[in-house]
């Protein structure tokens, strides 16, 4: 088994949520035939650059529980993933005879976007779901049994209160998803949400209060059983997402669809055509296919590792020709923010609120190897 990854993009969506900047596309008549047909083609295309199986296939979007189960079928079967096949799924796209037909279709995890389960942040993130609805999907799914499952939701919504955090966190836990992805609300230029705080409304939580509910995130889900394993991810034992793990570890993984960015073994990025229409007229086209280089793959390093409990890898980054410069590190080490072994930079107990900016510290203490 290849310990790499794949991710395909599916970019479409009913609707478009107002938070939302990816790359997703809200046609009537969506392409599914043929734009399946350019992702086999891209992926054949790929193996030249990659050895063996990989170990996970992930569908992402977009909304990929859309996409008709036969097509999802034919690209199991084609990539052959060894280890692990994942779905997000929207509870508004979902229903419980789609969960039974995935897995039989070869899907072993689902990733379930909730969001919310309070129909105020519902209604204001365009998400129109109910209640009901997104319990249902959680109690159908865990009547299937996937091999694991998990949930995402947003926190720090406008107004938002810890006691209604602590609502969304009773309703979560009642269900025991194995894995929960918690993620703070970031204004996205170009979203409807950025024009409304544009103009003087509802912005999300502030720092202090962000901050506070983000502790309370991890006090909750770690006295209920789950390990805190990156900065927003946590999980039961035994329930890490293997294609979340390709990416904050460094590893490479294949990049399909419109828009999609790969990572291939050379260290070169690649990102493809983001329309569906000049993607399906031509899947072998990658927009831009950038030589590796050196500085970049640097900051690649922090940025897909630090927020990791296992940290920066630092045979990694001597293998690179770099080496921390620990009298720099050393207050962010002292105060408790940092915390230093002989294999890793990892965070420390106060780091984790903190992780990003952490990042840019981290990037700025590396020197070249004497
Ligand atoms: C690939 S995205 C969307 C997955 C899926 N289409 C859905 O809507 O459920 C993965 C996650 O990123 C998070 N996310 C996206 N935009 C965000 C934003 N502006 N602020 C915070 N979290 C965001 C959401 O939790 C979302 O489930
Ligand atoms: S369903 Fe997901 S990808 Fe689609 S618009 Fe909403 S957040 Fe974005």
Known sequence: MGSYGVYVHLPWCATRCHYCSFNIHLDRRRPERAY???????????????????????????????????????????????AEVALEANPSSTSPEQVRAWLDAGVTRLSLGIQTFS?????????????EESLALLDAVA??????????????????????????????????????????????PGTAYANTVGRGRRPPAGEELWERMYLRVVERLSESGYERYEVS????????????EHTWRYRPYAGLGAG???????????????????FIANPLLWESLEPPDPEQALSDLVV????????????????????????????????????LSPEALRLGPAGWTVADALSLKVRQSFRPLA
Not at 52 to 66: K, V, W
Not at 305 to 316: A, F, I, M, S
């Open 36 to 82: 399946t047909t350019a992702l086999l083609r891209q992926w054949a295309a790929h193996a030249e650059h990659f050895q063996g199986a990989p170990e996970t296939l992930h569908f992402g979007g977009g909304t990929p529980s859309l996409h008709p189960v036969e097509l999802l079928a034919e690209l199991i079967e084609a990539v052959g993933a060894q």
């Open 119 to 131: 129909p105020r942040f519902v209604r204001f993130l365009n998400r129109g779901h109910s209640l």
């Open 143 to 188: 009547t299937e049994r996937p091999a694991s499952w998990s949930v995402d939701l947003i926190f720090g919504l406008p107004e938002q209160t810890l006691a209604e955090l602590d609502e969304e966190l009773d309703h979560l836990l009642s269900r025991r998803p194995p894995h929960v992805s918690l993620y703070g609300l970031t204004v996205e």
């Open 233 to 244: 991810n946590f999980a039961l034992p035994g329930h890490r997402s293997r294609h979340n």
């Open 260 to 278: 999609a960015h790969g990572f291939l073994p050379s260290g070169a990025r690649t990102v493809g055509r983001p329309d569906p229409a000049g």
């Open 304 to 339: 897909s590792t630090l927020r990791h409990t296992e940290g920066l890898p630092r045979p990694t980054l001597r293998r690179m020709g770099q080496r921390l410069d620990l009298a720099a590190l050393a207050p962010l080490l002292d105060s408790g923010h940092l915390a």
